[in-house]
DNA sequence: TGACTTTGTGCCGACACTAAACAAAATACG
DNA sequence: CGTATTTTGTTTAGTGTCGGCACAAAGTCA
């Protein structure tokens, strides 16, 4: 006699993004009765996924007032985790985007990437020991494209890792080694993806992308440029795993010889490398480039060598965001990294560029966003970790 | 007591596209039960969508032999509609993409796009009074980005139309004054899409990109070159239906100015006209460019001049093919217009340089293949006229 | 206080599908 | 040539999910 199956993980997707605050949204966003919708909550309710609370919300309108859906505070979480060029960072994640408990952990990143991914997971391990929370999942955002099916980093940008690693074997092994138990009987099988890839999907779920149809995030690391795409809530990594690769647009014809072989890449013409390079100043060891180029931003953006940089930069970037809007068409566009900070800098001279040169921004330009989430691939990774569960709960849960 | 309506729709689609041709793998791909597969084919057949065979099948193997399934000879139509440079074409199209009838209209394309709409819709309704067949729908083709949700056509290509004529409006009004009969008691509502577009659609279900999960087409008409995206089975249009307007990638740094305000688009490096001219030939008035380019090429492919522009269009081609496939990682692409012809002279040398400047080519190129179909825009333009049968065969049907 | 509005729940039936047994029509094998 | 085997199609009964509807609950409004 149960009722609300098939409309379970619907559910629990809209509760997860904070879009089915009471049982009432969720009978209209989800298209179906009201007995329905209370049965599929009940449901949830009784998965420890969601809770209802006791007491109703304080009614502004007219009618009974609605009782309050929300994510289960003690519930299961997922692990995430993230390599970077400084180290790694791994947390766990319940449902909601909520950062249950973290643990950062710096260290210069091996060559051998085993080495890394068996201590963030460890990392990993050890909160799940100390919370003794239930955990469902796992996921890992890594600097580099990442092929499907396989799981390999095809581009370990700076991470000194061997091109074609197999990251995901290593990760879902890891996973295995240090006991991270699984949904059901053996240990968690991981998920691993680009970072960029992943910050696109946390920023759409919790971030400035919610709610956009077509999402297209580009971002800045250290170096180089990384995008993504999200289309109809799912991201879009094409066939193999290796859409928006956007670095190597041409943007400036004139430009700097790229390792891609043409002259003029995003990569090279709009990293933090080259936005210090055209303010006239020489990288120093001590912090990130990225840091670097922030800093110089936000303390001398009074210069006017830097405010040129910035701007050329920027027209760049333009260039390359309106050639992707021509091919996408996206309803919203995220920044991330440098291209963010330029974007908070001048909103409107990036907004001008990329209206100018697509094809059609005159007649509806499509608005530009700084992303919103502190460490919105962290959060992807674990939004990755998630999805069996947002797309099936019964099975993954028994 | 009727069994299978959910699966209608998925089970027509599989007869439509040719995936189903018994009931056995009607059952292997809908994933359901014998059972149920044979009420789904039943209720299809008594809506006279298809046909089951009296007579089993010759059986080659063991077992007892499958009845044929295939789409209804004298079932329903859909009216399909396209307008080019040079005139217009109306056909009745049938399931599977047959067509039943056709009425090629020539004609100089008035300024007026109500004019030219009206004609191949009453061409079309001519059609359907002398054949009596029941008429589902309506799609038209047309040589522009055509902007949704208003159905406007943004650069209507060398037909002399206003930007921004309300094509899909005058389409549903023509429809209905033509007395076009939609599928319940009032006139018939048209889609109206970009030809590229509708050509990928068509050649995704019945021609060279069966089978493809993500599927890029690129095609030259007269002028420019036009782009189109198949993802899992949806086009996709973006946001606004203004995706793939791939004829502003710069393909040639140091290359002709292009109205865009940019140099060396490959809309005015790779299109019949650019072919013309690097072959050193003048274009002449008496038929159209893309029909001279194509004849250069079949009968003068020896001329060192000819061969030597061809190449130089192969390689420019390549290069925004590259750009395409860094971007979308489609697993194949198909071409059409020139660049089909282009493709037939030399097929190794754009798979080459496309494998060459896409980033991750040399692991596992992707395949490039000529367009299959005849009149792909037009059965494309019946394939979405059918779209809504195909999702929900009861709906529409009553 | 009573009418109204909105939310939540219990009960029943519709219905799409599965499961399982049976029937049919071919090939394979003795 | 007849029987076993394999594969396909059909019938029947059963199951689970959801819609419809009536009713209850909990607030606002007059």
Redesign the pocket.
């Given at each position: 006699?149960?009722?609300?199956?098939?409309?379970?993980g619907p559910a629990l997707e809209l509760v997860h993004t904070g879009r089915a605050p009471?049982?009432?949204?969720?009978?209209?966003e989800?298209?179906?009765?009201?007995?329905?919708?209370?049965?599929?909550?009940?449901e949830l309710e009784a998965l420890g996924l969601i809770t209802?609370d006791a007491?109703?919300a304080?009614?502004?309108?007219?009618?009974?007032?609605?009782?309050r859906?929300s994510v289960a505070p003690g519930g299961p979480v997922v692990l995430a985790a993230q390599i970077h060029a400084d180290g790694f960072r791994a947390a766990l994640v319940g449902l909601g985007g909520r950062m249950v408990a973290t643990a950062p952990g710096c260290m210069t990143v091996p060559a051998d990437p085993s080495h890394i991914i068996d201590a963030v997971v460890e990392a990993g391990a050890g909160l799940l020991r100390e919370t003794g929370r239930r955990c469902l999942g796992a996921g890992l955002a890594v600097p580099s494209a990442v092929a499907e099916p396989d799981g390999t980093a095809l581009n370990p940008l700076h991470l000194s890792w061997p091109a074609g690693a197999p990251v995901s074997r290593l990760f879902t092994e890891a996973l295995a080694k240090a006991g991270v138990p699984g949904p059901g009987e053996g240990p968690a099988t991981g998920f691993t993806g680009n970072d960029v890839n992943l910050a696109a999907l946390a920023e759409h779920r919790h971030g400035a992308g919610r709610g956009a149809r077509h999402l297209l995030c580009v971002a800045t690391g250290h170096r180089g440029v990384g995008g993504a795409l999200v289309l109809d809530g799912r991201l879009h990594s094409g066939s193999s795993g290796l859409a928006l690769e956007v670095g190597h647009l041409t943007v400036n014809p004139a430009g700097l010889p790229c390792h891609c072989g043409s002259r003029g890449c995003l990569d090279v013409e709009t990293d933090p490398l080259a936005f210090l390079t055209a303010a006239g100043r020489a990288p120093g060891p001590e912090v990130s480039l990225l840091q670097q180029a922030r800093d110089l931003l936000r303390t001398e953006y009074g210069d006017p060598a830097v405010r040129a940089a910035a701007e050329l930069i920027v027209d760049r970037l333009g260039l390359g965001l309106a050639g992707l809007v021509n091919i996408l068409n996206p309803d919203r566009i995220i920044l991330g990294g440098l291209h963010r900070a330029l974007l908070d800098a001048d909103p409107e001279r990036l907004r001008a560029v990329v209206a100018d040169r697509s094809l059609w921004g005159r007649s509806g330009s499509v608005p530009i966003l700084p992303c919103t989430l502190d460490h919105n691939s962290l959060i992807g990774a674990a939004e990755a970790a998630w999805q069996p569960v947002l797309d099936d709960p019964?099975t993954v849960l028994g």
């Open positions: 006699m149960e009722r609300g199956r098939g409309a379970l009471t049982r009432a949204v969720l009978t209209a989800l298209g179906v009765t009201r007995a329905t919708a209370g049965a599929v909550a009940a209802v007491r109703p304080a009614a502004g309108s007219q009618g009974r007032p609605s009782h859906l019964l």
